[in-house]
């Protein structure tokens, strides 16, 4: 039942993990903080509604392959 993901920007959390948000299928938006260094494999597989990721200016990206 997850829509709406926003961390704070004073946060502290650097990796979100693989499969972190997998089949969260109605999650719309998420707002990732600065602190975001690296966003995990497949980390958004099967959020078909995701519409919107703002901040995305990470250090590193690890693609699915």
């Not at 704070?8 to 997998?22: D, M």
């Not at 707002?31 to 078909?48: D, K, L, N, P, R």
Request: charged share 15%; with cysteine.
């Amino acid at each position: 039942n997850l829509e709406y993901v926003s961390f704070q920007k004073l946060s502290n959390i650097a990796i979100i993990g693989f499969y972190a948000f997998f089949r969260c299928e109605l999650l719309k938006s998420i707002s990732i903080s600065s602190s975001v260094e690296s966003v995990g494999i497949s980390a958004f597989v099967c959020c078909y509604n995701l519409e919107i990721i703002f901040k995305i200016t990470l250090k590193k990206y690890t693609a699915s392959s």
